[in-house]
């Protein structure tokens, strides 16, 4: 009986902890959300004139051309550095607000049909992860805040950096266990 309440329990307990099959988990999604949202950014500039026509327009906002390349660059440069793991948050940002006004279109020309919102759905559902929880801990941004720590580390402390330093000392004693 302990044995498979122990199983239960590790099977539905939630994993808070930044062990390496998470972060590795949490790395594959990065790289493959980024990597599948570039065709998107690609489409939009193919036809520009018929993007901006069959969903700028349509959903009343002002300048469609304009807004369309917004949305073709902004997923062309944000999907790559999303699957890099450089400037993670500001790339899900922008990603996150194109797919919501993905969303906004498909809900006003379709209702609330599933067909039509579920790619928009998850895409924005991934990027708000990672807007949330930024690149992890196999990204560049995980290097760069590392290389940023160290110089912190050679400045006079402030209770600011002293308190970081506990955190990343803690989350560095999990991963490593």
């Not at 500039?45 to 300048?63: C, K, M, Q």
């Amino acid at each position: 009986m302990m044995q498979s309440t122990r199983f239960i329990q590790l099977l539905l307990q939630p994993n808070l902890a930044p062990n390496y099959a998470s972060q590795s988990a949490w790395t594959v999604l990065r790289i493959v959300v980024g990597i599948m949202m570039i065709h998107n950014g690609l489409d939009k500039l193919s036809n520009i004139e018929s993007f901006a026509d069959a969903y700028v327009r349509v959903i009343g906002l002002p300048f469609p051309i304009f807004f369309s390349y917004v949305a073709a660059f902004t997923e062309l440069i944000g999907a790559p550095l999303l699957a890099l793991g450089l400037m993670t948050r500001p790339a899900a940002l922008g990603l996150f607000s194109t797919m919501l006004v993905a969303m906004y279109h498909h809900i006003k020309v379709a209702g609330f049909s599933i067909p039509y919102l579920e790619l928009s759905a998850i895409y924005a559902a991934c990027f708000l992860f990672f807007l949330v929880n930024g690149a992890g801990l196999f990204s560049i941004d995980a290097i760069a805040a590392g290389w940023m720590s160290a110089l912190l580390a050679n400045q006079p402390r402030t209770a600011m950096t002293s308190s970081l330093s506990k955190q990343e000392e803690a989350i560095a004693e999990k991963v490593s266990q």
